[in-house]
């Protein structure tokens, strides 16, 4: 299989540090897209996979399947997301000549969780039959937090056609992997700083 290196192309890996033990996992989660492989809006919600689920949910607008799952921890904490999409129609619907995005928005971790998060690196990659592109894509992707949650918007500098390199692609699957950090809120601080100098308290006493 040959590998190129496209900067700025798909399928990225975001990695995100935490600081809270989260999950996004069981959360609902809205998918838009811009030539990826055609323009749609975000419609009907998404639910965040279990990890090992493969499932594939399918995005009928869009002409795409996902799986999503959380595929790993970093060392400082930080979870990575996994979003593979699946196109069902290769090619068709795609503008080559012109750049390519998607949104993944309202991203919660669930009820519990207060404070916000961010997005701190990832990387994309493109699998289309016999060839694979993509790497680094953090300087393409942004993480805003809001009172829905999180969202994470990637958009390519490069066409498809900077992707396939000449290449008749069969099979697309775009894989993104996001890395967030989770940020408590102050008061979060503050109670675990005080439970700290309590405990050392104790021990002096």
């Known amino acids: 299989m040959s590998t190129k290196s496209v900067t700025g192309i798909l399928a990225a890996t975001l990695l995100i540090s935490t600081a809270v033990a989260a999950s996004p996992i069981g959360d609902s989660y809205f998918l838009s897209g811009t030539n990826f492989p055609v323009d749609f809006n975000a419609v009907n919600p998404l639910t965040f996979n279990n990890t090992g689920d493969v499932t594939p949910e399918a995005v009928p607008i869009a002409g795409i399947s996902v799986i999503e799952q959380v595929a790993g921890v970093q060392p400082g904490g930080a979870e990575i997301l996994q979003f593979a999409f699946l ?107 005080l439970g700290l100098v309590a405990a050392v308290r104790r021990r002096r006493g």
Do not use: Y
């Open 87 to 193: 196109f069902n129609t290769p090619i068709q619907g795609i503008d080559l000549n012109s750049a390519f995005g998607f949104t993944i928005s309202g991203l919660e971790w669930g009820t519990g969780f207060t404070g916000s998060a961010f997005v701190e690196t990832a990387t994309i990659n493109v699998l289309f039959g016999s060839g694979t592109a993509g790497g680094n894509a953090s300087a393409f992707t942004s993480g805003i937090w809001g009172p829905d949650g999180l969202s994470i918007m990637f958009n390519s500098t490069g066409t498809w056609n900077d992707v396939f390199q000449g290449q008749t692609p069969t099979g697309i699957t775009v894989d993104f992997r996001p890395s967030v950090k989770h940020v408590p809120e102050p008061s979060t601080i503050a109670l675990l700083g």
